[in-house]
């Protein structure tokens, strides 16, 4: 799945190293986010699930899905984590519905 959202063929390993790698790039340079390939048809497909679902759409809230359904992608298990309120059962929610309109 991560594969087809950005657009490479890369094997399941270097892709699961390419996110520990861009977490220690952004662990040594806070503040500098290098572009990322954007898959704006699946982000379009979560903003309209979460409409249908009578939730605001924000980028945030796009870009916490998209990572999440990336982390599933590659992780068999991950833990949602945040104050209450911050929207987590919203994003697994979405998410879910989200990649099965995909």
């Not at 990336?70 to 209450?84: Q, S």
Request: proline content about 5%.
């Amino acid at each position: 799945m991560v594969t087809e959202r950005w657009h490479v063929s890369l094997s399941p390993a270097i892709l699961q190293d390419m996110v520990i790698f861009m977490g220690l790039l952004n662990d040594l340079f806070p503040g500098v986010d290098p572009p990322r390939k954007r898959d704006h048809a699946f982000e379009r497909v979560i903003a309209d699930v979460a409409r249908d679902m009578g939730l605001t759409v924000d980028d945030d809230f796009v870009l916490r899905v998209v990572q999440l359904s990336e982390l599933l992608a590659i992780r068999h298990c991950v833990f949602l984590m945040g104050p209450t309120g911050s929207g987590r059962t919203e994003v697994y929610k979405v998410s879910g519905q989200a990649s099965s309109h995909s």
